[in-house]
Structure formats: structure tokens, C-alpha cells
């Protein structure tokens, strides 16, 4: 058992150039009161009801024998400290202040016996950091900024800083109270930014708050700014492209920000080496080439995604990505192994897989699905039409009535008027202003020329569908459909 001690002291104290028991002095060393005023030794019987609580919470042979050399060794700050960190460790992973409170008087005892040793303050900075997080003293920041300030430099730029600590609080404050201050919360990371500058976490929280309130260019120069001085974070590099992409989709449609797109692609491509197994980075990518009809490399980087992990999702996904070029040879074959690993119906990509192929009665059975596993207050105006379009084609009955549609915006409800008959065709017309919103135009009212009879107009309606150049729409696969039939 002394041989254990030996050694956990050993491990816990690796990352320090020297032990509490040698460490005498530090050039950084504070006298202890400055954490919680003038606190003088505890008094013996004091300990040794610290030390009874310890062997309450944790019976183990390594408390017990800890204990004992506290007892039998006073001046010995190394099983202090070992058994400080003990609970250290035990009360930030079940969330115990009894356990974090036993935590904090071991450390500042070790501390009175070997004044700044960098390890004892590191770990008191750790639960003064809970303590300022769970909102659980109104002094605990301030221990917390003092406890960080004695820290090297080195070790402050890997750790969360103080005011990180309360832009949480304050946070979690402003949820609870339904009364969100960016403001607030933006000065709360400009100062945690000042204390830690590199530190990616501040970087993209605070460019997340300029997005939130669309100050995309404020949250690109600040994400930009992090990444000069942080070069290793993929994060960084993935936020940025984020960013671009909401940016370019603000006013509802990205394919009118074609340098957006662009620009996002790039900065994955700088995340994905940092960050190599990240399927999500390699989606993201994928995505950002479609939507320049960049299709082979999509292709390819769609396929890594799936390599990494072949889920029921990943493998619907690719084969969404296949049917919207036309392949849907290698679409169905994706389809099926997704559903031999589980997938269901209730994702859209189902039957608008074989909607894309004209294969209309797997289509209404994958609708049908869809629809019951639907929540009926969710159904949009493309289920609507959907359920019209796929009915129409397969002679069946549409499963939506339109008194059940949710709309979403402007655009919505002028292609839910112009649906249901409420308006005429030249007022969706003025309605469509973006590129998406065109495709939309051109495709829906040339499939209603369609079932007229007015097959020439309804062709050169879908034609025009495709020169919008959407890449991701189902509008395209189907306009390319409905053109050869």
C-alpha cells in the first residue's frame, strides 16, 4: 500500500518541477489568505473532523492510510495534497460541494505548509472554478481570479479562465430568466479573451453572439483574429467556415453568396487535417462542393464520411447525394444497406429518393410512412405538395389536407396561397426573389401546367428550374425527371 501512495503522488504531481514537500517558495507565491482572509492552521480536533467526513465519503484502504499519515505526520504536505485532489477529482465528476468543500481545506492546508507550490493552486483553481459556475459564493470568482493570476503562463493558456467561468453563470442566469444581454455576456469573453488569448473556446463563443445578432463580419474578423494566434484548432478553422455559411444563408437562400460557399470550403479544408476523423467536418465540406456543382470531389469527401462511420444516417445520406445526380443505381444500393443497419422512413431522403427516379409507388409507400410518424403540427407546405405530387403520380389519394400546414415565413405562405388556389401564378412570381425561391417558382407552377395539359410551357419551366442553379434542391432532380418524360 505505501508503494501505491508513493506512486499516485508520483502521477499527480508529474506536470510540476517539484513536489509540495520541496517546494518551500515561488516567485509567484501568495500568502494563502489571500484566498480566504488571514486563515491561521486548523486546530486539531477541526482536522480530525475534516478527516472523519473523509472516511464517510470514501472508506477506501488509500483514504484510510492517507488519513493516518496526515495524523502521524503534520508537517507533510503530500498526503494533504494527494487526498485535497482525491476529492478534487471526486466532486467535479458527481457534482458533490460536500466532497469539493473537503477538496478546498486539504489544498489550503498543503498550501500553509508549502506556500505557492503551482500544483496545490491548480488544483484549488479547479474548484474554485466549479465553485463559480454552479453560482455557489459570491467570492468564489474572486478566488478563482486570484488562484489563476498565480499561475504560470504556460499553464493559464490551458486552462478555461475566470470570466469564462461566469459568462456561464450568467448564461445559464439569462436563460433561466428568459432575458437574453449579449451585451453582458460579450464583455464577460472580451475579458476572458484578455486573460487567456488562446484559449479557442472565447474565440467562438464570442463570434457565435455577433452571429446570433448577425454581426457575421464582427464574428469572421473575430474568429480570424483567434486563428492567427491559435494555428493547431480545428474548431477554429470549422467555426469560421460555419460562420460563412450562415452568413450566406441569412436572407434564406446560400446560392445568391456564391463567395460564402467558397470561402466556407476552404477553412474545412484547413480543419480536416487538424481534425482527420471527423465525419461531420468531411460533411460539411462535401456539402460546400455540391453547392458549387463541384460533384466528384463531393463525391469523395462524402465517401471518407462513410468510412469513418457507416451509419444508417451516413449511408441515407450518400445515397441522397447520388440520387440528386442521377445515379440511382448506386442510390438504391446505399438506400438498402441503410435500411438492412436500421434506417426508417421517417426521414424525407427516403421517398424523395425514389421520387428522383420516377419510382412512384415506393415513393407514396415511403410517404405514407413518413406522414404517420410525422407530428401532425409539424407538416410544412412541401409535405403539402409532396403529398399531392407523389398522389397524383401513383393514383392514389394525397394524405394532407392543407388546414394542418405550419408556415414558416413570406415565401412559404405565398407558395401555400398559390397551392391551395388562393392565389394566381403571376403573384408567386412577384413573391420569388431569390435564386431558391425561382426554383421553387418555375418548378411547382410548371408542374401545374403539366397536369393542365400545357406540356411545352411546362417544360420550359423546368428547364429554367435547372439553370438556378440550386444543386441541393429535390426541385432539380425532379425538373430533370419530369423533363424526359
Known amino acids: 500500500m505505501k508503494h501505491f501512495i508513493f506512486l499516485l503522488c508520483i502521477v499527480l504531481l508529474c506536470n510540476c518541477t517539484h513536489s509540495p514537500s520541496t517546494t518551500r517558495a515561488s516567485t509567484e507565491a501568495t500568502d494563502v489568505g489571500a484566498y480566504k482572509g488571514q486563515v491561521q492552521p486548523l486546530e486539531s480536533h477541526k482536522l480530525n473532523s475534516y478527516l472523519s467526513s473523509s472516511k464517510k465519503i470514501n472508506g477506501s484502504d488509500v483514504v484510510n492510510e492517507l488519513v493516518q499519515k496526515i495524523v502521524s505526520e503534520p508537517s507533510n504536505p503530500d498526503p494533504l495534497y494527494i487526498l485535497g485532489y482525491l476529492h478534487m477529482q471526486s466532486g467535479l465528476d458527481s457534482k458533490s460541494n460536500a466532497e469539493l468543500d473537503l477538496a478546498e481545506t486539504y489544498l489550503l492546508e498543503t498550501l500553509k505548509i508549502a506556500p505557492g507550490n503551482q500544483v496545490v493552486i491548480r488544483a484549488l483553481y479547479n474548484i474554485y472554478y466549479e465553485y463559480t459556475v ?14 489563476f493570476n498565480q499561475l504560470p503562463a504556460h499553464v493559464r493558456m490551458s486552462i478555461n479562465p475566470p470570466s469564462l467561468a461566469k459568462y456561464v453563470v450568467t448564461f445559464k442566469q439569462q436563460e433561466k430568466d428568459h432575458q437574453r444581454n449579449h451585451q453582458a455576456l460579450r464583455d464577460l469573453l472580451l475579458q476572458a479573451k484578455i486573460e487567456s488569448p488562446f484559449n479557442d473556446l472565447i474565440y467562438i463563443q464570442l463570434a457565435n453572439l455577433y452571429s446570433q445578432d448577425r454581426y457575421f463580419s464582427l464574428a469572421l474578423a473575430t474568429l480570424k483574429l483567434g486563428a492567427e494566434g491559435i494555428t493547431t484548432s480545428a474548431n477554429l478553422y470549422k467555426a469560421i467556415g460555419d460562420t460563412y455559411n450562415k452568413r450566406a444563408e441569412v436572407h434564406g437562400c446560400n446560392y445568391e453568396n456564391a463567395d460564402d460557399i467558397r470561402n466556407a470550403a476552404k477553412y474545412y479544408q484547413l480543419a480536416i487535417p487538424l481534425k482527420a476523423n471527423d465525419q461531420d467536418l468531411h460533411y460539411d465540406l462535401s456539402h460546400s462542393f455540391f453547392d458549387q456543382d463541384l460533384n466528384q470531389i463531393a463525391l469523395h469527401e462524402a465517401s471518407i464520411a462513410l468510412e469513418i462511420d457507416e451509419s444508417p444516417e451516413a449511408l441515407s445520406l450518400n445515397a441522397q447525394n447520388y440520387s440528386n445526380l442521377g445515379d440511382h443505381q448506386k442510390a438504391n444500393l446505399l438506400l438498402q444497406k441503410a435500411v438492412a ?135 432539380r432532380p425532379l425538373a430533370a425527371y419530369f423533363l424526359t418524360q
Open 341 to 475: 443497419k436500421g434506417y426508417t422512413m421517417k426521414s424525407p431522403s427516403f421517398h424523395e429518393i425514389y421520387m428522383n427516379q420516377g419510382d412512384w409507388q415506393n415513393a407514396a409507400k415511403s410517404f405514407d410512412t413518413y406522414i404517420k410518424l410525422k407530428d401532425p403540427t409539424s407538416y410544412s407546405v412541401y409535405d403539402l405538395i409532396k403529398s399531392d405530387i407523389i398522389a397524383h403520380q401513383a393514383k392514389q389519394l394525397p394524405w394532407i389536407v392543407d388546414k394542418k400546414i405550419t408556415l414558416q415565413n413570406d415565401w412559404e405562405e405565398a407558395l401555400f396561397n398559390y397551392w391551395s388556389a388562393k392565389t394566381n401564378e403571376l403573384q408567386l412570381k412577384s413573391a420569388a426573389h431569390t435564386r431558391c425561391e425561382k426554383t421553387e417558382y418555375f418548378f411547382y407552377t410548371g408542374y401545374r401546367d403539366l397536369q393542365m395539359g400545357n406540356g411545352a410551357q411546362a417544360k420550359m419551366k423546368f428547364a429554367e428550374t435547372l439553370k438556378q442553379n440550386t444543386y441541393r434542391f429535390i426541385e
Open 134 to 147: 454552479q453560482n455557489q459564493s459570491p467570492t468564489a470568482i474572486f478566488d478563482a481570479q486570484r488562484a
